[in-house]
């Protein structure tokens, strides 16, 4: 089995462009589902607005915000009655917004993204198929299933599970900012204090995880090719009694993946529990400030419960990106491993200048042929004979001594390494 995967040979960045180019047909509804994500931050800012304007508006005395007092006429009566009915209809029209952008957003990424992954599989599968023996005798054949069916499953979450909501947090996050620096500058303060701690942990978190990666995908492609080896020659291995040695041999190298597994979760949970604290210290923070400011009067007790919800708007953006951030790195190594096939070179190229035939006379020449499989001895070497069309040739020799690929090469499965 190949040890490629277990280095890196694609940026993120990279793999992206790469992604656009094989799926242009399809990024004007990519395009639709990233602006429905990033619809959803205005709609989010709306959310903790209802209990500030019944606080504020409704128990307190502070005047009906202008952009709902135009849809009343003019010195209109907002008493606690009109601003509770205000505040509660705010509610469940935020909601329906919400979830009409939910419900188009989950239609349309499984629509396109069974498209996608569809799309993809017919790229590989049609180039695996024309990649040479050489290359398929030294893959196996379980590593392109493997490819096939499961890494290029990773494009689609890549592009409409795990990118679009990290978009949209980024978005998110800096709409709250905003608004924060609005009602108050030291909270905003407060929260920028957190991104340069968390931007240095999500770094060192991502490259650990994804060299992880590549080795968790290796292993369970191995564990795969156990399982396609044995039950493929199912009667061999019964006929020997191996099935207590193949079952051992599987629950090897799927252990290596399942250990592979937990230890990515290990790390995944230990950075989600530092971020996690760093975020409860910054919460603490801001109800001690926000608490202090509502007794000297800096600020309405509604701001502060507003700037309280904006802050679990806010955090819930951070910990979608560091969440995320393990999944994206999943699904990076799984396309890189998916693209690593598109790159293997046709060792049997068709010769540009080579004569068409429209009907083969059957006679056959080969002059001064040898031949070796990669990294292995010569099987043949300076074969010379002709048979012409209507011969009956029988050829004999033990076994290795090359009867098969003699009969790989006419058929040309692949080319001489000399010869002609």
């Known amino acids: 089995m190949s040890k490629e995967l277990n280095k890196r040979h694609y940026s993120t960045r990279e793999l992206i462009r790469r992604i656009a180019a094989y799926n242009k047909p399809f990024w004007p509804k990519i395009t639709l589902l990233f602006f429905l994500n990033i619809l959803a ?8 607005y209802a209990l500030k304007l019944l606080i504020d508006s409704g128990f307190g005395s502070q005047r009906m915000p202008g952009f709902i007092a135009m849809f009343f006429p003019a010195g209109f009566d907002f008493n606690f009655t009109t601003v509770a009915i205000v505040s509660s209809l705010l509610v469940v029209v935020t909601a329906l917004l919400e979830n009409i952008n939910i419900f188009i957003t989950w239609l349309m990424s499984t629509s396109v993204g069974e498209k996608i992954v569809l799309n993809f599989r017919i790229i590989l599968f049609d180039h695996i198929q024309r990649l040479s023996l ?13 490819r096939i069916q499961w890494d290029a499953m990773n494009i689609r979450s890549l592009l409409l599970v795990q990118l679009p909501p990290l978009i949209s ?47 968790v995908k290796d292993a369970e492609s191995i564990a795969m090719s156990v399982m396609h080896e044995v039950l493929s020659s199912l009667r061999i291995v019964k006929a020997f009694g191996q099935e207590q040695n193949e079952n051992d041999r599987f629950f090897d190298k799927s252990n290596e993946a399942v250990k592979g597994n937990i230890k990515l979760a290990g790390t995944a949970a230990a950075f ?33 419960i507003l700037i309280i919800a904006y802050l679990s708007q806010i955090f819930g953006p951070l910990q979608s990106i560091v969440k995320n951030s393990n999944d994206i790195q999943s699904s990076v190594a799984g396309i890189d491993r998916a693209f690593s096939v598109l790159d293997e070179d046709r060792e049997v190229k068709e010769n540009p200048f080579a004569i068409h035939l429209s009907r083969a006379k059957g006679s056959f020449q080969f002059d001064e042929v040898s031949f070796a499989y990669p990294e292995g001895k010569k099987v043949l070497e300076n074969i010379s004979f002709q048979i012409n069309a209507g011969d009956r040739v029988g050829i004999m020799g033990s076994t290795g001594a090359g009867k098969s690929t003699l009969i790989s090469l006419l058929m040309r499965f692949y080319d001489p390494t000399e010869g002609t």
């Open 41 to 48: 931050t205005p709609i989010a800012l709306l959310k903790p």
């Open 134 to 146: 050489s290359y398929h005798d030294t893959k196996g054949t379980s590593d392109s299933i493997f």
């Open 169 to 215: 947090s980024f978005f998110t996050l800096f709409a709250m900012l905003v608004v924060m620096f609005a009602i108050n500058w030291q909270f905003a303060a407060i929260s920028l204090c957190l991104l340069p701690p968390l931007y240095f942990l999500s770094k060192a978190s991502n490259k650990k995880l994804i060299q992880d990666w590549y080795k």
């Open 272 to 304: 989600s529990f530092v971020v996690g604290m760093l975020l409860a210290v910054g919460t603490a923070l801001f109800m001690y400030v926000g608490a202090t400011f509502v007794k000297s009067g800096q600020m309405t007790l509604g701001d502060l």
